[in-house]
């Protein structure tokens, strides 16, 4: 009766290793580990927000890198290229003294064709990136983790651009003249789109501050994933060396239980029929 009990207590054994072996967790259930399967579920959890929160994090990047292109782009069409100096921008082209009035202002229309241009593709999920949909509510992105206040506050970045189109941009209207009366109307005009170069690189600037901060989250995120990755799997993987030692020496116990359950069925046959000589 002991071998037999031993036999079955171990063939259970065997039968829990070999689950533990085909799906790789060392937890399959709450009888296997009650207080790790806890630990687990919240570290699951934890990883589960983790990755929502990079996730969330990456598409403010990309947002970010599409109005910061465009940003970039209307500073060339003020400035001119900085990598191609015969590439001259719209303050070089007011001041050419070879230009008359008539020519300069139709040099600003194509100027402002190709600045409304840029405005009108900078676009990310239908909106309009630098013209205007992000001026007064922005977008917010989770930044994982909550602030030291009672009840905690979760950390976010709003990402909120002014509108740069160019009838708005500094409170000014860039639009085209049909022409300038005179060199004080050019005098003018280039001071408002002096203010409004300023009014675009202090925009660039506020968002390159952001993309660092999202640079900077997404590799705290990333160190911090793997962490808890690495604490979830030890908790929760089973060790396959390990548990093939059990197996091992689980399926001896067995093979002997099986051989003393036979030896004594032998020894009570013969036990038995010397009875009868």
Excluded: C, W
């Excluded at 977008?139 to 740069?164: C, E, H, R, S």
């Amino acid at each position: 009766m002991r071998a037999i009990s031993t036999f079955n207590r171990v063939s259970t054994d065997i039968g829990e290793i070999q689950h533990r072996i085909t799906t790789g967790q060392r937890i399959n259930s709450g009888k296997d580990d009650p207080g790790g399967l806890i630990i687990r579920e919240g570290l699951r959890a934890d990883i589960k927000s983790i990755n929502a929160t990079q996730a969330g994090m990456t598409q403010a990047e990309i947002l970010m890198d599409s109005a910061a292109s465009g940003m970039q782009q209307l500073i060339e069409i003020i400035n001119g290229s900085p990598t191609d100096p015969s590439s001259g921008g719209l303050l070089r082209m007011l001041d050419d003294p070879l230009l008359t009035l008539t020519q300069k202002a139709e040099q600003v229309a194509d100027f402002m064709r190709l600045y409304d241009s840029v405005i009108n593709t900078t676009v990310y999920n239908g909106q309009k990136l630098i013209g205007g949909d992000l001026a007064l509510t922005g977008k917010t992105y989770q930044l994982g983790g909550t602030d030291g206040a009672t009840p905690p506050v979760p950390l976010t970045m709003v990402v909120k651009i002014v509108n740069l189109s160019s009838d708005k941009v500094a409170d000014n209207d860039l639009a085209a003249p049909a022409t300038f009366t005179n060199e004080a109307a050019v005098a003018s005009y280039r001071a408002d789109v002096v203010e409004a170069l300023g009014t675009i690189t202090k925009a660039y600037g506020d968002l390159g501050m952001k993309q660092q901060i999202a640079a900077t989250n997404q590799r705290l995120l990333d160190s911090r994933l793997t962490s808890v990755t690495a604490a979830e799997g030890k908790i929760s993987n089973a060790d396959i060396a390990i548990e093939s030692s059990r197996m091992a020496r689980a399926e001896l116990l067995a093979q002997n239980a099986m051989s003393s359950i036979m030896y004594t069925r032998s020894y009570a046959a013969f036990a038995v029929s010397s009875l009868f000589r």
